[in-house]
Structure formats: structure tokens, C-alpha cells
Antibody, heavy 117, light 106 residues
Framework: QVQLKETGPGLVQPTQTLSITCTVSGFSLTSYYMQWVRQTPGKGLEWMGFIRSGGSTEYNSEFKSRLSISRDTSKNQVFLKMNSLKTEDTGVYYC???????????WGQGTLVTVSS | EIVLTQSPTTMAASPGEKVTITCRASSSVSYMHWFQQKSGTSPKPWIYDTSKLASGVPDRFSGSGSGTSYSLTISSMEAEDAATYYCLQRSSYPHTFGAGTKLELK
């Protein structure tokens, strides 16, 4: 069955870089779009960006040049990297998979990221 | 950016009561999608393409709307429906979510 699981550092210091891995099973990354969404106390649910089945990406301009999404299809992993972290980046980060007809059809459990010194 | 405004922000409904949650978009969108989230869990797809129920969603739920005004309706409230509901538009970038409507059982 379809499974997604995020792994992240838990605690990150301000100005540092966040790296989260989404490991998937039950499907191929070359067949579906993979999304990143976060949920913060200040802004609620925010769409961050996605990587298409073909490997191209789309980002929310809110994150400007701070954000990068990539993947390793051989390892069934999708990566989120965001630099210049601020305390307001504290929240739960989710990866999600689209279906052909419905967006965000499957979600990971989320990983809590706390930005603090 | 299209801003989605949900109303009400919070509400309480008694078992059997009809519930309507509204999502208004700052510009016209082609479809609206809805998610249900319970405390401590990931959002779940609930309604997609305005009116299609996701797998496993009870048929007491329905979705409707067009343009800038969309709604999620529960025909008869049940205890398990208590949750926060979010709307999502992906007609334009950036994709945006509403702030959520917290539905409680009265």
C-alpha cells in the first residue's frame, strides 16, 4: 500500500538549513507529483512546492530562493531543503502525494521542526 | 495570491443537525478541495473537485459551489465529524489553504 514517512532533525538553529527526507513505498516517484506542505502556528497550512513525476519543480514564491525540492528515485526518497531558517518556520512539515484526479490524496505523518537557539 | 476565507471559524453542532461551512476565494477558482484534520493527525482528503467525495467519506457529506463561493455540507451531524476542515485551491500558484473551520459536537 501507499506509505509516506518524513524524517527530519527535530531542532534547528536560526539561520541554519533544514533538511527533511520523505521516504515512500507502494508506488513510483516517476508516476506521481509529490508535494510539501507545512503547518505552523502563525500561518496554518501552507503549500510549499512540489516535484513533478518528470522531475521538474514548482515553488511557493513565499519561500523565494530559500527552498529546494529534489528526489532520488532509486531510493524512493524526496528531499526538502530550506535555508536561512527563522523561528516562525517552526511547525510540522508534511510530504503528500497527488492522485491523478485528486490533490494531496496521501499524506505522511509529518515531522515536527522547532527553530530555536 | 488567492486568499481563501472560511466561515465560520469555529462552530458547534448537535447530533442530527445540518452543518454548512463556507469558503470564499478572493478570485475565481475552477474547483475547491476540502480536507479534514483531527488533533495530532495529518489532514485527510475529504472532498475534491468541489463535489467528489474521497474514498471512505460518508455520503452525509457533500460539496458545492463555483467561482468564488464554495461550501461543504453535512446533512446530519455525527460525533465522528467533529474536526477541523480546510479548503484548498490549486487553480493558480501559489496553491493556498483556508485558515480552517473547527467543528465541535454540541
Amino acid at each position: 500500500q501507499v506509505q509516506l514517512k518524513e524524517t527530519g532533525p527535530g531542532l534547528v538553529q536560526p539561520t541554519q538549513t533544514l533538511s527533511i527526507t520523505c521516504t515512500v513505498s507502494g508506488f513510483s516517484l516517476t508516476s506521481y507529483y509529490m508535494q510539501w506542505v507545512r503547518q505552523t502556528p502563525g500561518k496554518g497550512l501552507e503549500w510549499m512546492g512540489f516535484i513533478r513525476s518528470g522531475g521538474s519543480t514548482e515553488y511557493n514564491s513565499e519561500f523565494k530562493s530559500r527552498l529546494s525540492i529534489s528526489r532520488d528515485t532509486s531510493k524512493n526518497q524526496v528531499f526538502l531543503k530550506m535555508n536561512s531558517l527563522k523561528t516562525e518556520d517552526t511547525g510540522v512539515y508534511y510530504c503528500a502525494r497527488d492522485n491523478y484526479s485528486s490533490p494531496f490524496a496521501y499524506w505522511g505523518q509529518g515531522t515536527l521542526v522547532t527553530v530555536s537557539s | 495570491e488567492i486568499v481563501l476565507t472560511q466561515s465560520p471559524t469555529t462552530m458547534a453542532a448537535s447530533p442530527g443537525e445540518k452543518v454548512t461551512i463556507t469558503c470564499r476565494a478572493s478570485s475565481s477558482v475552477s474547483y475547491m478541495h476540502w480536507f479534514q484534520q483531527k488533533s495530532g493527525t495529518s489532514p485527510k482528503p475529504w472532498i475534491y473537485d468541489t463535489s467528489k467525495l474521497a474514498s471512505g467519506v460518508p455520503d452525509r457529506f457533500s460539496g458545492s459551489g463555483s467561482g468564488t463561493s464554495y461550501s461543504l455540507t453535512i446533512s446530519s451531524m455525527e460525533a465522528e465529524d467533529a474536526a477541523t476542515y480546510y479548503c484548498l485551491q490549486r487553480s493558480s500558484y501559489p496553491h493556498t489553504f483556508g485558515a480552517g473551520t473547527k467543528l465541535e459536537l454540541k
